[in-house]
Nanobody, 116 residues
Framework: QVQLVESGGGLVQAGGSLRLSCAAS????????MGWFRQAPGKQRELVAG???????RYSDSVKGRFTISRDNAKNTVYLQMNSLKLEDTAVYYC??????????WGQGTQVNVSS
């Protein structure tokens, strides 16, 4: 079992920045990659950014150049730095872990609201 606790969401004006954090605990040895997903009302959950065990990263086209995923192995924490936020970035953001085959553990989600 892996437990994930997200923090850092909130309300920000368009063009602003937020940093999300995701602290992992439990059977972290089983984690192959970690990622951030988001789900806006009426839309499917989408992968925003991921970071693998070898530190390779991937981003959705919609956030590339604006968001940065990173991690602190000593703290078992993954971050999502979000810059130049847009109205369409408003969503619930979820942290998740991947075991090499599928995304298996999820956090409770943190709300990000971007206002004009």
């Amino acid at each position: 079992q892996v437990q994930l606790v997200e923090s850092g969401g909130g309300l920000v004006q368009a063009g602003g920045s937020l940093r999300l954090s995701c602290a992992a605990s439990g059977s972290i040895f089983s984690i192959n990659a970690m990622g951030w997903f988001r789900q806006a009302p009426g839309k499917q959950r989408e992968l925003v950014a991921g970071i693998s065990r070898d530190d390779s990263t991937r981003y959705s086209d919609s956030v590339k150049g604006r968001f940065t995923i990173s991690r602190d192995n000593a703290k078992n924490t993954v971050y999502l730095q979000m810059n130049s936020l847009k109205l369409e970035d408003t969503a619930v953001y979820y942290c998740a872990t991947e075991n090499g085959y599928y995304w298996d553990y999820w956090g409770q989600g943190t709300q990000v609201n971007v206002s004009s």
